[in-house]
C-alpha cells in the first residue's frame, strides 16, 4: 500500500510543534535555567507539567472524538498554541509560566491526540506512525543544532516564538484533517477489533502500562541529558551537536519501520528497541569515564523511542474502539513521559545523575516483562479471530 507522503509530512511537523516540551525538552530546560535563573529542578518542574497537562487533554477527548468536527478541534488547538507560545515570551515568573505552560500543554495534548486518533483509523498504521516520527526527528534535529545558539542570542523566549510562528502556519493546509471521521471510524471498527476489546480487555490495559513505563523509562534518560553533559563539562552548544546527532541516528530506525511496517510482525521490532533501551542506558551508567559512551547511550536511547512506539500504538490499534484506545494510549504516553521528568525534577539535586540510567534500565526490563506477560492470553484464547492474532 502507498504510503501517505503529504499526511507524514503535516503529522510529523505538527506534531514537533504540539510535542515541543518532550522534542526539545533537555534545551528548554537549559534554556529556562539560563533565561531566567530557574533552578534545574523548577525548570524540570514547568516541562512536567506541560506533559502532565497534555495527558489531562484525554478526559476531553472522549466526548469530542465523536461529537465535533476534528477539523475545528485543530485549528481551534493550533490557534491556542500560537497565543500561549507569544505569551510565553513576555513572562518572567515561575509560577506564571508553569501555569501558563500547563494550558499549553492542554491544547499540545489535543493535538496529539487528533493526530492519534485519525492515524489509528487509517490502514498502515504503523507505517504512517513511523514515518511522521521520521518527520518530526528530522525537523528536530535541525532544531537540536540551531536552537542552542538562539537561546545563547535570545533567551528561552526565542524557541517560544519561534513555535509561535511555526503553529501560524500549519493553521493552512488543514485539509490533512478529516472534517468528522468518526462515522467511518465506526464502520472500520464495529468488526475484529471491537470484538477484541470484548475478547481481551487485560491486553488492553497491558500495552498502556507497557506504554506508560516505557514512556516513563525514555523520558527520564532525556530529560537528564543537558545536566548530565553539563556535569561533565560539556558546553550547551556542544551537547546540542550530541543531541541532534542522537537524533538523526533515531531517523534510521524510524525510517526501516515505515518501510517495514508489520511485515515481520510486532515482537521482532520491538524486541529490538528494549534491547537498544536497555543498551543505551547501561552506556550511560558509565559515560563519566567516557564522553563516547555519552553519545552512543544517547543515539541508542533516541532509536529505542522511535522503534518501540510505533509498534506498541499499532498494537493499541488492534483493539481499537472507535478511537478511544487511541487516545488512552495518548494518556500513557504523555502520563509517562510527565511522570519521567517529575522524577528527574525530585532527583536532580539530591543523588547522582548517574543512578537515573539505572531507573531507565529498570523501565526496560518492566515493559518487557509486561509485554511477554500479554503474548500468552492471546496464544490461549481459542476463540480469538485469526486476523487479531496475526497482528502480534
Known amino acids: 500500500m502507498p504510503i501517505k507522503f503529504g499526511l507524514i509530512l503535516y503529522f510529523g511537523t505538527a506534531s514537533m510543534v504540539a510535542n515541543a516540551a518532550l522534542v526539545f525538552a533537555p534545551l528548554l530546560i537549559s534554556g529556562l535555567v539560563s533565561s531566567y535563573q530557574f533552578s534545574e529542578s523548577e525548570a524540570v518542574f514547568v516541562i512536567a507539567t506541560e506533559l502532565l497537562a497534555s495527558a489531562f487533554s484525554a478526559v476531553p477527548a472522549l466526548w469530542w472524538v465523536s461529537k465535533i468536527s476534528w477539523r475545528g478541534v485543530s485549528i481551534v488547538s493550533l ?22 505552560r500547563g494550558i499549553g500543554g492542554f491544547f499540545s495534548g489535543t493535538l496529539l491526540i487528533l493526530y492519534m486518533v485519525v492515524i489509528a483509523t487509517m490502514p498502515d498504521t504503523e507505517r504512517i506512525f513511523s514515518g511522521k516520527l521520521v518527520v518530526q526527528l528530522l525537523f528536530s534535529a535541525l532544531g537540536m543544532v540551531l536552537l542552542p545558539f538562539v537561546i545563547t542570542r535570545f533567551g528561552v523566549d526565542g524557541v517560544y516564538f519561534i513555535l509561535a510562528v511555526l503553529g501560524l502556519l500549519l493553521m493552512g493546509p488543514t485539509n490533512a484533517i478529516p472534517s468528522n471521521a468518526y462515522a467511518s471510524v465506526n464502520k472500520q471498527c464495529n468488526g475484529a477489533a471491537s470484538n477484541s476489546v470484548l475478547y481481551f480487555p487485560r491486553n488492553n490495559i497491558l500495552i498502556l502500562i507497557a506504554l506508560f513505563v516505557f514512556a516513563m523509562g525514555t523520558s527520564i534518560m532525556w530529560s537528564a541529558l543537558v545536566p548530565m553533559g553539563e556535569y561533565e563539562g560539556i558546553l550547551l552548544a556542544d551537547t546540542g551537536w550530541v543531541l541532534s ?140 479471530p485469526k486476523d487479531v492474532v496475526s497482528q502480534l
Not at 505569551?87 to 515561575?94: A, G, Y
Not at 563516547?292 to 474502539?321: D, K
Open 79 to 100: 490557534l491556542a498554541l500560537v497565543l500561549i507560545n507569544l505569551i510565553s515570551t513576555l513572562l518572567v515568573d515561575f509560577t506564571y509560566i508553569a501555569i501558563l
Open 245 to 384: 546527532a542522537a537524533t538523526v541516528s533515531s531517523i534510521f530506525g524510524g525510517f526501516l519501520s515505515t518501510l517495514a511496517g508489520t511485515r515481520y510482525g510486532r515482537a521482532a521490532p520491538i524486541s529490538i528497541g528494549l534491547f537498544m533501551g536497555a543498551g543505551g542506558a547501561i552506556l550511560l551508567m558509565f559515560s563519566s569515564t567516557n564522553v563516547g559512551y555519552f553519545l552512543l547511550g544517547s543515539c541508542l536511547i533516541c532509536i529505542a523511542r522511535v522503534v518501540t512506539i510505533p509498534y506498541l500504538v499499532g498494537l493499541m490499534s488492534v483493539f481499537n474502539q472507535f478511537g478511544r484506545l487511541a487516545i488512552l494510549s495518548h494518556v500513557a504516553l504523555a502520563t509517562g513521559m510527565a511522570f519521567g521528568s517529575y522524577v528527574v525534577s525530585l532527583l536532580i539535586t539530591h543523588v547522582s545523575l548517574y543512578w537515573l540510567p539505572i531507573l531507565t534500565l529498570l523501565c526496560m526490563v518492566i515493559t518487557a516483562v509486561v509485554l511477554v506477560s500479554l503474548k500468552r492470553p492471546v496464544a490461549a484464547e481459542h476463540q480469538a
